[in-house]
Nanobody, 125 residues
Framework: QLQLEESGGASVQAGGSLRLSCAAS????????VGWFRQAPGKGRERVAR???????TYADFVKDRFTVSIDNAKNILYLQMSSLKSEENANYYC???????????????????RGQGTQVSVSP
């Protein structure tokens, strides 16, 4: 069974950078629909970025040109490189996977797919 474990969350100042990791076991990330979400206290979940099984990468508009999602195939780790962080981006960031899917099927299936516990990102003004 697929297991996901996030790490890399920390406290940074606005404008800073962080790299989040999502280590996977039980399946091969490069074959899967995988993504990053975030949720701040009292707010709804937000989609941040995803990689479909066919390799297509999609970002939320609010992170384009600042965040980069990638997979290290050798280590089986999903990364989220974040730069120019904003104070309003304080949240618990978590990764998710939804099997072998692409396009809309990946998009919707991530809502109920396997997920990790998340890692906390705190951005101070």
């Amino acid at each position: 069974q697929l297991q996901l474990e996030e790490s890399g969350g920390a406290s940074v100042q606005a404008g800073g950078s962080l790299r989040l990791s999502c280590a996977a076991s039980g399946d091969t990330l490069r074959n899967l629909c995988v993504g990053w979400f975030r949720q701040a206290p009292g707010k709804g979940r937000e989609r941040v970025a995803r990689i479909d099984s066919d390799g297509t990468i999609t970002y939320a508009d609010f992170v384009k040109d600042r965040f980069t999602v990638s997979i290290d195939n050798a280590k089986n780790i999903l990364y989220l490189q974040m730069s120019s962080l904003k104070s309003e981006e304080n949240a618990n960031y978590y990764c998710a996977s939804a099997g072998r899917r692409s396009g809309d099927r990946c998009f919707w299936a991530l809502d109920t797919g396997h997920r990790g516990q998340g890692t906390q990102v705190s951005v101070s003004p």
